[in-house]
């Protein structure tokens, strides 16, 4: 499924957790996520309200934590890491790493050594696994996102009055390279798990995917703006996979070894071609031969047109633009027996990397079918 956000109004983790509970995400699979933590002292509800009018749901966490305690990054990391299913586990320790990596990075401290405040506190815990455990729910596999709202003004902390957006918020937003606007209002409208949430999804920025819109959910903000919906706007729908725009080169040789032409292969993936092949054919006077193939981006063809006419030794090619649809995807990890398999995911199917599993029969002293069977 592809997700696409629209934070008119900004996003912070419970207004993207209330918007993905509004599309229908299971309320049940995030508390089970979160309680998977062990962390304690907290209850988390989907409550409908409005904002402007429009109804919404808000993400509501009540603790009982002290707002005292304080964690450091590394027991954050640890209680994240034990959410459940591990793809949500993964997803919000990247978010707290993204935290964790700014935070150190602003007060010129190593991420081992850092305090962590507001950012340390069961609300960050629920926030990062509660929206990773959300996304898994729905099966998102893709995130797009308009621009950020970004707010103006100060805003109050631990540390005392900072900017809006807030050093690790404008931190994390120029690591994702991401478009802002203004909002228009006083106060925080990005907040830093939020925009660490982006990041660790994969979020990608532009306008709205061509898609087929099934479900559209909206999150609340937790407090009501004057003349504007406090709401994150969320649209979700099959995700059909992209069309890209690629370039295939070719060139026939008839003087090339076969021990080039294996070697060919590699060297064109290496510079960047996204694939590589060979066809043999007859040339003229009944010559046998081969045409050497290169799929690759735009910004990739001159480096692997140079290795291609350089190692073939030929006096030219042909260019052809070509369209590919590329289908969602994604990469988990299975274990055996202490060694780790990465496993290739798509709509129909899932497939394990070839060089992995060569790996892990040669040192468990195996066949490549029974370790296939064992990561299947």
Known sequence: MILWLNPVSGISGDMFLGALLGLGASLDAVRDAVRATGVEGWRLDAVATTRAGLRAIQAVVTSTEDSSVERTARELFDLVGRAQ?????????????????????????????????????VDTVVDTVGVAAALHSLGVTRVRCGPLALGAGTVHTQHGVLPVPAPATAALIARMQAPVVPAGV????????????????????????????????????????????????????????????????????????????????????????????????????????????????????????????????????????????ALPRHTSTVEIEGHPVRVKHGPWGAKPEYEDVVRVAAALGTTLREVLRRVR
């Open 85 to 121: 299913p591990a793809p949500v586990a993964a997803l919000a320790t990247r978010a707290v790493a993204a935290l964790g990596e700014v935070e150190a990075s602003l007060h010129g401290v190593p991420v081992s050594e850092l305090h962590l405040h507001e950012l340390g506190s």
């Open 186 to 325: 006083d106060g925080e409208t990005v907040t830093p798990t939020g925009a660490a949430l982006l990041l660790a999804a994969g979020a990608q920025f532009g306008p709205v995917p061509a898609m087929t819109v099934h479900t559209v959910g909206y999150g609340a903000g937790s407090r009501e703006v004057d003349g504007r919906a406090n709401v994150l706007q969320a649209l979700l729908g099959p995700d059909q996979g992209r069309i890209e725009t690629l370039i295939q080169l070719e060139t026939n040789v008839d003087d090339v070894t076969g021990e080039l032409l294996g070697y060919l292969i590699a060297r064109l993936i290496a510079e960047g071609a996204a694939d590589a092949w060979i066809t043999p054919v007859v040339m003229k006077k009944g010559r046998p031969a081969h045409i050497v193939h290169a799929l690759t981006t735009p910004d990739c063809a001159a480096a692997v047109e140079s290795v291609l006419l350089a190692e073939t030794g030929s006096l030219g090619l042909r260019r052809l633009s070509v369209e590919r649809l």
